[in-house]
């Protein structure tokens, strides 16, 4: 058996490659005849067909081999790959403070205060510095030898070699023996030879400054400061030793909430106090959060993991390797979930609930479950060079061995409170097994238990694929979207005005409110913890409301609602807004209609010719449009236009908070949004 010793201190295996054996020939002692000459493209194919790419070129080639692509992700892991080495230093004890810097020009820069990149010439390459040959050479760094680093989030070489190579121009400066270097490289090639600029005292480590280039990410490819913030933030929470300071240009975060121009982090409670700001103000199953940090014999690395459950909403998971984000999860992350599991259920033997607990999984037990878990290893293995899955077997188990431990401890010291997460993780279970047993409820009998006769006009199409439906404002619009739908794949709830903000209700006032049990009812597929993506029954829900400032706020409390109670409904990609016109303009027997106002006056000058008359109409609400004016608009899928709502996983943090305070119980919070922003209300002129 491997304890954690080996799993923390030892070497990876070597793996043999297979040899291929050539199939003997026909009969023995005859050669396999040569391949015959003259084949079509043979004479185009030979020895200088063959392309060698040197350096870094293969990076520049096929970027997405080394950073998964050139989109805005790929972008931001320019920045991952030099904090990370940053982080390497920092957890091997040799920094203390980590400095990023995003400039107005675009360039980003990462500082630190460790040792810094050697400088002495290379053994290999004598005419080249240890510095040199770690920025242009791929798998070369010091994160090879377990000797320099026990725990590294990288290999020191391939990844800041990959950020040279993928940067218009990259700057590095070392301070190290009292004597500041620096080297300059543009897209992977250097500028000079490395520089000594002299004595220097106080300062020591390495700073890397660079641009990524727009002829890999696109002209227009810029850091978010928002992201930059977060994943800054993320590395002191993991890591309570080291201080994290952000600086940003002003100018770069104007109109954008919740990102200063400078910050300092630093989090000695680690994942608890991380995990204590992402569930801040939810309801929690049992208020005690399930936490703990181990070290390893000998300093070769720690666990750490925090833990709570969440009563009426969605959990998550969050796990690192060596402050590497693992979004896939990995190895780590099913040792921990085995482990409550386990835990669980030898509390149920206790208390004499064993048979109950027989039919719970670890997808019960992780249903509405917030958790973080970091782990630091030697020699992670991870699935792809982006690193998104931790595949080192025996984190596995020994994850399961140490949260299990703990995890024992922590329901003996309080039995109430393990008696409220076991009754809570058996519910969702019971659930579960009550909805494998349902019949599907059909269309008819969801009509019915609408408790509202005609309100709801379904569709006539069996299955979701394909059906539609609208949610409209009021009666009156009910009636127009009921003639001008398709009856087979299109259905209509009308509402009765503006419904419940639930960012700002109770509970109970959410559960007594009609209008949304009857929505909710229509759907099918359940709320929060209940929710059941395979139980919606239509595959677009389409909020379709007047083209005014009323419309618009129906519309941002049903995107409240369905963002609080039903958020995989957006994630999967189901939420749309219709996007009806305000205005009608005719010019004898020409007809176009108009969005807006700005849209309006650009038709008014593009889509009409001579000096005839065009009539203005405004709509006042969808019920005054006549129903082929509202299909041909609005519902026809060949000529209408919708908006898709659609969250950013990175910007879901700063969504709920927006939303917080946008539509919460907290008006001062409103107050003062209204008061940021008045300078932009006052240069608009409101038709009333």
């Known amino acids: 058996m491997t304890d954690a010793n080996d799993l923390f201190g030892a070497q990876s295996s070597t793996r043999k490659a297979a040899v291929p054996v050539?199939?003997?020939?026909?009969?023995?002692?005859?050669?396999?005849?040569?391949?015959?000459?003259g084949t079509p493209g043979e004479a185009g194919y030979n020895a200088a067909s063959i392309e060698v790419l040197e350096g870094l070129e293969p990076v520049r080639r096929r970027p997405g081999m080394y950073i998964g692509g050139t989109d805005e992700k790929a972008l931001h892991h320019l920045f991952a790959e030099v904090i990370d080495n940053a982080m390497d230093e920092a957890v091997a004890g040799h920094a203390s403070f980590i400095e990023v810097e995003l400039e107005?020009?675009?360039y980003l820069s990462v500082t630190d205060n460790g040792r810094g990149i050697p400088v002495d010439p290379h053994p290999k390459f004598p005419k080249k510095s240890a510095l040199e040959v770690i920025m242009t050479t791929l798998h070369a760094g010091g994160k090879f030898d377990s000797k320099v680093y026990e725990t590294s989030g990288g290999l020191h070489g391939v990844g800041v070699s990959v950020v040279n190579a993928l940067s218009?121009?990259?700057?590095v400066e070392v301070a190290r023996g009292q004597t500041l270097y620096r080297q300059v490289f543009a897209r992977g090639i250097p500028q000079g030879k490395l520089e000594n600029l002299g004595r220097v005292h106080n300062r020591r480590g390495t700073k890397v400054r660079f641009k990524p280039d727009p002829q890999i990410f696109g002209k227009e490819?810029?850091?978010?400061?928002?992201?930059?913030?977060?994943?800054?933030r993320s590395k002191a929470y993991l890591f309570g030793g080291v201080e994290i300071r952000w600086r940003c240009a002003p100018a770069l975060i104007e109109g954008i909430d919740n990102v200063p121009t400078e910050a300092t982090f630093r989090f000695p409670g680690g994942l608890k106090d991380y995990l204590a700001r992402e569930i801040e103000g939810k309801e929690l199953v049992v208020d005690h959060v399930f936490s703990g940090k181990v070290e390893k014999p000998g300093g070769h690395g720690s666990l750490e993991w925090a833990v709570a459950w969440l009563a009426g909403e969605d959990g998550f998971s969050s796990s690192y390797c060596n402050t590497i984000p693992t979004p896939e999860g990995g190895t780590h992350e099913s040792g921990l979930r085995v482990a409550l599991l386990r835990g669980l259920r030898e509390h149920a033997e206790r208390v004499g609930q064993a048979k109950r607990m027989t039919a719970v999984t670890t997808d019960d037990v992780m249903a509405t479950c917030a958790s973080m878990l970091s782990v630091f290893i030697r020699e992670p293995e991870f699935q792809g060079q982006t690193k998104d899955k931790l595949a080192t077997q025996e984190a596995a188990r020994i994850v399961e061995t140490t949260v299990r431990d703990a995890f024992d401890h922590w329901l003996a010291a309080s039995p109430q409170q393990a008696n409220k997460v076991l009754d809570w993780v058996i519910d969702r279970a019971e659930e579960r097994l009550r909805r494998r047993q349902e019949k599907e409820v059909a269309r008819k009998t969801a009509t019915r238990k609408l408790r509202l006769p005609g309100k709801l006009a379904d569709c006539t199409n069996a299955g979701a694929a394909g059906s539609e439906l609208f949610i409209v404002e009021g009666d009156s619009a009910g009636g127009s979207a009921k003639q001008a739908r398709d009856r087979t794949t299109q259905a209509v709830l009308p509402l009765r005005g503006k419904i419940l903000n639930v960012a700002s209700a109770g509970k109970d006032k959410l559960l007594q409110n009609q209008q949304l049990a009857d929505l909710v009812q229509a759907l099918g597929c359940g709320t929060g913890a209940h929710y059941r993506d395979g139980d919606l029954r239509y595959e677009k829900i389409i909020i379709m409301t007047d083209a005014d400032v009323d419309g618009a706020h129906i519309a941002s409390l049903l995107i409240t609602f369905f963002y609080r109670q039903m958020p995989r409904l957006i994630d999967n990609g189901?939420?749309?807004?219709?996007?009806?016109p305000l205005y009608r303009l005719t010019q004898g027997a020409k007809t176009v209609y108009a969005r807006d106002d700005a849209h309006k006056e650009q038709l008014l000058k593009t889509a009409f010719k001579g000096n005839g008359k065009v009539e203005v109409g405004r709509f006042k609400g969808l019920g005054e449009m006549l129903p082929n004016q509202l299909k041909e608009t609005t519902m026809d899928p060949r000529k209408r236009t919708l908006l898709k709502v659609t969250v950013l996983p990175d910007e879901k943090p700063e969504t709920g908070e927006t939303i917080e305070r946008l539509m919460g119980n907290k008006p001062e919070a409103r107050f003062a949004f209204i008061q940021e922003r008045a300078p932009f209300a006052a240069e608009e002129q409101l038709d009333i």
């Open 22 to 37: 050539s199939a003997p020939a026909k009969k023995a002692g005859r050669a396999a005849p040569p391949p015959a000459l």
């Open 104 to 106: 107005e020009g675009g």
């Open 168 to 171: 218009e121009r990259l700057e």
């Open 221 to 232: 490819a810029r850091f978010s400061p928002r992201r930059l913030f977060k994943m800054a």
């Open 574 to 580: 189901h939420l749309y807004l219709a996007m009806p």
